[in-house]
């Protein structure tokens, strides 16, 4: 029988590499609980960043001269990075974007524009991060496809039983959903919605903004045709992240921004396309970004992305037990074994933000508001909730001080 081992992973020791934590917020030690919406970076990304600027940097792409030929290489070598990561198949696959809203919206037009018109279905679902919802809804309206979307159970989970009465015999076109929800934690079965849009020769369009930081990433196995996600979130810089996308649809699709290096030959009548991925990489490139992005997966490597989502899985169990104990507390979202490390929740009578900020003033960060899902909100009948979201260096002190300051609440506005 194969045994499968991991090493598992020391918080407490990895936060000596984070210098966001050497500070104190209102006196206090920081508790960052806000990793969903953003991570702090290691000192080895920090260190990358500026060795690069002050040792490789110069334009990609572009020159011959050896500092280009050195920053091309280093950005290049970003790119294979980023493609073993999710194990793409091949790295010119990975095309660095702004972010995973880039990603998704160069999917949604140079893909959806072309292909989509009247008659054709676009299938969305109920816990959509705006990214991944916004865009196919614009798209959709432009094009005159429908806009339909797979409800949630009371769990906060996918009905996947009602998928082909949404259908119904109408021609989907494209399945969008995110791996992992940023507001509920929900994982959702992408494997089997990819199976069962490929059946109808629909695409599947995978956010992966939540997923990629926090589990081990396999674009084959999931059988997706994009996968797209921001690197701010899984420790690199911000204004980066990549969009991968099977080869032979990024090749048939039109390029989405239009200007520099992503040409082959421009005459006054007539522009030609360059290969993929330098099609849909126009401009200047976040050059130093995608490199800190490089050195991001590095460090996550190094910890283990196994190790990571464990620890993660451990903090949401013990912070749903912790937390449920708070009394008129509402928790959202699917039992702990079936979420990553984010906990949506609301507290009786005392407004998502009052609750953030008392907790601030304890030294606790975490988010209060629409999470950028508000079809999800009017599902759960609230306009916002608190969210507290977890990272490879929470500790579990932070959750106990995360629910002694919702007593604390309580006692004050309660
Ligand atoms: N969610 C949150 O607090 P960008 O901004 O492009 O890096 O990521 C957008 C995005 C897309 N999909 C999902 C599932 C996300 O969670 C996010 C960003 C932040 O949950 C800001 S709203």
Known sequence: MAVTT????????????FPIFEQQIHGKPLAYL????????????L??????????????HRGVYTLS??????????????ARFINAPSAREVIFVRGATEGLNLVAYAWGLVNLGPGDVVIVTELEHHSNFVPWQYIAKRTGA?????RLDDNGELDLGELDAIAGGANVKVVANNLVSNALGTINPIEKLSAWAHERGAIMVVDGAQSAPHKAIDVQALGCDFFAFSAHKML??????????????????????????MIRKVTFEETTWGEVPAKFEAGTQPIAEAVGFGAAIDYLN??????????????AAYALGRMSEVPGIALYGPPADRRAGIVSFNVEGIHPHDVAQILDLEGVAIRAGHHCCQPLMARLGVA???RASFYLYTLTEEIDRLVEGLHKARKVLG
Do not use: C
Not at 6 to 16: C, D, F, I, K
Not at 69 to 82: F, I, L, P, Q, S
């Open 146 to 150: 429908e806009l339909r979307m797979i």
């Open 34 to 45: 806000d990793s969903a919406v953003s991570t702090h970076k290691p000192r080895p990304v």
């Open 302 to 315: 190094d910890v283990g992305m196994e190790a990571i989502e464990q620890h993660e899985h451990e903090l």
């Open 236 to 261: 690199g810089p911000t204004s980066v992240g990549a969009l991968w996308g099977r080869g032979e649809l990024l090749r048939s699709m039109e390029p989405f921004n239009l200007g520099g290096h």
């Open 384 to 386: 916002a909730t608190n």
């Open 69 to 82: 030929e050195r920053a091309t290489a280093e950005y290049e070598g970003a790119r294979d990075k980023v």
């Open 6 to 17: 991991h090493t598992r992973l020391n918080a407490q020791a990895l936060r000596a590499d």
């Open 47 to 60: 260190d990358k960043l500026r060795e690069f600027y002050e040792t490789s940097y110069a334009n990609v």
